[in-house]
């Protein structure tokens, strides 16, 4: 079971490292690790299992937030109209993206920075998105909104890039041109 403990914070190398992509069909250990993944960031989300296991809670994971350089990441959540989004993704690629942009107005964190970093963090309102599901079969997401927050989100992680890279130094609450607010 990943707990907290298993999550490398900022300062680790491999939250800045490129990562490379998984032979696919994925092996046995590839779609353990995945599962593990989902697994945690769905206990994140079980106020119980979260507080026994004393779990940050999460929306999203990737494999270099675990000190491991595979090209994968997870997520488990619901959108703002309860859609739900769960996922497994292997080499994930943004194949296409909006010019329009778009931000969580209420900023975003991170499971490997445990400090709060304020700032609105311009992302691509829409990404259609390319990848293998754990069944090794390939998906193409097309995704908005929260979504597509939450899914450019882990693919940084695997590009080694944080979320308060995007954030405008000069000044962090700066309209981002041609965005829109999310939430
Ligand atoms: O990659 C991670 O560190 C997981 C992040 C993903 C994320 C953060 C902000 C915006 C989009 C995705 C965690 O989920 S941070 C904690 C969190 C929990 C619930 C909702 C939003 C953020
Ligand atoms: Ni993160």
New binding site residues.
Partial sequence: MITMDDIVREGHPSLREKTREVPVPPSEEDIQLLNDMLDFIKNSQNEEIAGEYNL???????AP?LGINKRMCAVH?EDLKGKLYSYGLINPKIISHSVEQAY?SSG??????DRDVEGYVPRNARVTVKAFGIDGNEIKLRLRGYAA??VQ??ID?LDGVM?YDHINQENPFAIPDNSKPIG
């Fill in positions: 940050r809670a999460g929306v999203g994971l990737a937030q959540f969580l975003e964190g991170c499971l490997s920075v927050i939450v989100h882990e992680h979320f």
